[in-house]
């Protein structure tokens, strides 16, 4: 089924800067086939939103961008050239930056020793901690994320601020892109704002481009520019955010599963 926009895909929010394309990225585990040629495309500042079913493909696709895992087959192009993305590691040296829900930051550990993991602040023998704590507390406050101390434990915080802690150290190592992998999966109304106003406030910048996992409409018809829809390992819809709206896409989403729920009775 293509739910397209006339001529296949929506128009570019920003034209000039294309900063990341997948072309034809298909990913199968052993029988199982996870995506099916994906094309997707992503501008310069841009928020693109993924949405889709349970099990539709969405995680699978954001783990080969970050570079967690390759595709069975297609490419990826970043700002225009072919990339093949060996590592997490590699990925982020090339600016891609992925943000999991949960599994970002260590609990036991300050927010501003998160802030600074794998990247401390030395001058030997010692850890400047007073230097990362300033410039940790800097940061924060220049996003826009409020939290009552850096020095308290992660696992203090809330849900919705150890998210924006997660996203604000991504941010702090200035990625082009941003993933985030459900950032706001069992939020409870103020957290989740937490998290839509610092992506609206990085979308303002505009110096990073993000795609955003999510499975609320409102959410994401409220931060992102473009919208696409996958649906049993395609993408099945691209479309700018103000030319859809939430009906439209719970239409297509029901219709999916009315057509899943008819084959079923019809094999039974
Ligand atoms: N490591 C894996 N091994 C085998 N199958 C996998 C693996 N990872 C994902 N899959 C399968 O690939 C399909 C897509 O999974 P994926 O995690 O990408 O879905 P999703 O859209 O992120 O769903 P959700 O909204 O539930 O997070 C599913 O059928 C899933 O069972
Ligand atoms: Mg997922």
């Not at 926009?5 to 990913?27: D, F, T, W």
């Not at 610092?198 to 910048?205: G, Q, S």
Request: proline content about 4%; aromatic content about 4%; charged content about 25%.
């Amino acid at each position: 089924m293509t739910a397209t926009a006339p001529g296949g895909q929506a128009a570019p929010v920003n034209p000039g800067g294309e900063v990341l394309r997948c072309e034809h990225i298909s990913k199968s585990y052993g029988v199982v086939t996870a995506l099916t040629d994906v094309n997707l495309r992503l501008a310069r500042g841009e928020v693109l939103g993924l949405i889709g079913d349970n099990g539709a493909g969405k995680s699978t696709l954001l783990k080969i961008l970050c570079g967690f895992q390759p595709p069975t087959s297609g490419r990826i192009i970043l700002e225009g050239k072919p990339v093949v993305l060996k590592s997490v590691d590699q990925a982020r040296s090339l600016g891609i930056d992925a943000v999991y829900q949960d599994l970002a930051l260590v609990n036991q550990l300050t927010v501003f020793q998160n802030m600074f993991l794998n990247r401390e602040k030395v001058r030997w023998p010692l850890v400047r901690n007073q230097a990362m704590r300033k410039e940790a507390r800097e940061h924060l406050d220049e996003m826009g994320v409020h939290i009552p101390s850096v020095n308290v434990p992660v696992a203090q915080l809330s849900g919705g601020q150890r998210q924006a802690v997660a996203v604000a150290r991504s941010v702090f190592s200035d990625p082009k892109i941003l993933l985030l992998d459900e950032p706001l999966a069992a939020m409870g109304v103020k957290e989740g704002a937490i998290i839509l106003d610092l992506i609206t406030r990085l979308k303002r910048e505009g110096n990073v481009s993000i795609i955003i996992i999510a499975h609320n409409y409102a959410h994401v018809l409220e931060v992102c520019d473009r919208i696409n829809l996958i649906q049993g390992g395609q993408i099945t819809l691209d479309k700018r955010t103000d030319e859809t709206s939430a009906e439209e896409l719970t239409d297509l989403v029901v219709a999916e599963y009315r057509r899943a729920l008819e084959e079923r009775q019809r094999s039974a």
